[in-house]
């Protein structure tokens, strides 16, 4: 099984619950339609890894995301993570009308920076992506069409939220391919304040 670390102490989720087409710039950049209902995908503990590859049988692209930390049902830290996806995959099922999983919750889609614990001031969080030393995502709550309280509130009515699961809060514009050699330095703030990051080069 496969682990996070808040703080330093490991944690092994059991799931990755993925909120999908959560900024309006990010669906006009795919071309998707904004959805009538909040669009939920998963990810198994398997995806989890801390290897940014650029291919997994075919290219690679990142998404930036907020993430949260589940602890007796509530959010309990926090982090940036990577959301990979396999782009083209993704285009073929979405044309079929089917199912995103095969795109998304392959082994190694996942990578987060350590958690940390949080004030519980959530409308204070940010992050940014940047890629060799240029800025190629930021994201804030404001931007986001379903805010995290209103996430939490929408998955628990049909979802059991287990201590130690994630919450993946969607990603802002500026997804694009994961090259190998580039250098990817993810960040999380409270305002100005540095709390996380995850930086690596990719392979």
């Not at 909120?19 to 995908?41: C, Q, W």
């Not at 082994?107 to 992506?129: P, R, W």
């Not at 930021?138 to 931007?143: E, R, S």
Request: net charge negative; proline share 3%; with cysteine.
């Amino acid at each position: 099984m496969k682990y996070i670390t808040l703080d330093g102490t490991q944690i092994t989720p059991s799931k990755i619950i993925c909120i999908g087409r959560n900024y309006v710039d990010h669906i006009k950049e795919l071309n998707s339609e904004t959805p009538d209902d909040m669009a939920v995908f998963m990810k198994p503990n398997s995806a989890i890894t801390d290897v940014l590859n650029a291919v997994h049988i075919e290219p690679l692209h990142y998404e930036a995301e907020l993430c949260f930390l589940i602890k007796d049902g509530q959010y309990s830290a926090v982090a940036v993570g990577l959301d990979l996806t396999k782009r083209g995959l993704q285009s073929n099922l979405k044309k079929q009308g089917l199912p995103w999983e095969r795109s998304k919750a392959f082994d190694g889609s996942a990578i987060f920076s350590q958690f940390t614990i949080f004030n519980g001031n959530i409308e204070n969080l940010n992050f940014s992506l940047d890629i060799d030393g240029k800025n190629i995502q930021t994201g804030t709550v404001d931007l986001m069409i379903y805010k995290p309280d209103v996430i939490l509130c929408e998955l628990k009515k049909f979802l059991s939220l287990e201590d130690g699961d994630i919450i993946m809060t969607g990603t802002p514009a500026g997804v694009g391919m994961v090259k190998a050699g580039q250098i990817f330095e993810a960040k999380l703030f409270a305002a100005d304040k540095l709390l996380s990051a995850y930086k690596c080069q990719a392979v």
